[in-house]
């Protein structure tokens, strides 16, 4: 079974979650207004999951959407967008092309779009992130202090631990061999949600 896209993994939770609260499915509409989109294109989500095994839709009445996987803890294989390297180490240049996906179990992931990245580097081993692995990156703008954050620092994309200061951002590595980047001129790209390592 191909894995399911972050949008399919959504309608597929919204269906389910429809379907507890309300005991019968949502229609079409139903759907295409809670996410803000076309009876279209909400009718071809449902058609894709369909296609995928997930849900089973009978004839062409209304509200007549089956959910075959028996509850939301099932695990739901979801393909999130590699998008190159990022550097644990010293900055890497960025590079937002496209890389194939890689498939990752929805309970890794919280809401929200999600893109990958290559580590490259051994700066954040002592976090237990390591040359070769995969971070699993939930878009956002903003950080906590503390949070492990990928930023883009002078067209150049890193992996570290963010903390805010009075008039500048630190940025710190995980392994005392690498000193730490002060800038004021910090993009935050998103925050790390999950670490996929290959043995």
């Given at each position: 079974m191909k894995a399911l896209t972050e949008r399919q993994t959504e309608v597929l939770s919204f269906i389910s979650a429809y379907i507890s609260k309300h005991k019968?499915?949502?229609a079409i509409r139903d759907l295409a207004g809670h996410f803000a989109i076309s009876t279209k294109a909400a009718y071809?989500?449902?058609k894709a999951l369909e296609r995928k095994g997930q849900v089973r839709c009978t004839g062409?009445?209304?509200?007549?959407?089956?959910?075959?996987n028996s509850s939301l803890d099932d695990d739901i294989v979801?393909?999130?967008p590699i998008l190159g390297n990022v550097a644990a180490g010293v900055p890497l240049l960025a590079e937002e092309n496209l890389d194939g996906s890689i498939s990752v179990s929805s309970r890794l992931i919280s809401s929200g779009q999600h893109f990958a990245l290559r580590?490259?580097?051994?700066s954040m081993r002592d976090a237990g992130i390591i040359d070769g692995d995969t971070a699993i990156i939930r878009q956002q703008e903003r950080a906590e202090n503390g949070d492990i954050v990928v930023a883009i620092i002078e067209e150049a994309i890193t992996l570290k631990r963010f903390f805010l200061e009075r008039n500048r951002a630190r940025l710190e590595a995980e392994n005392s061999e690498y000193p730490p980047i002060f800038t004021q001129n910090l993009r935050i790209l998103g925050k790390l949600s999950a670490i996929v390592r290959a043995y």
């Open positions: 019968y499915p949502p071809d989500h449902l062409n009445r209304s509200r007549a959407i089956e959910v075959l979801v393909g999130v580590v490259r580097g051994d």
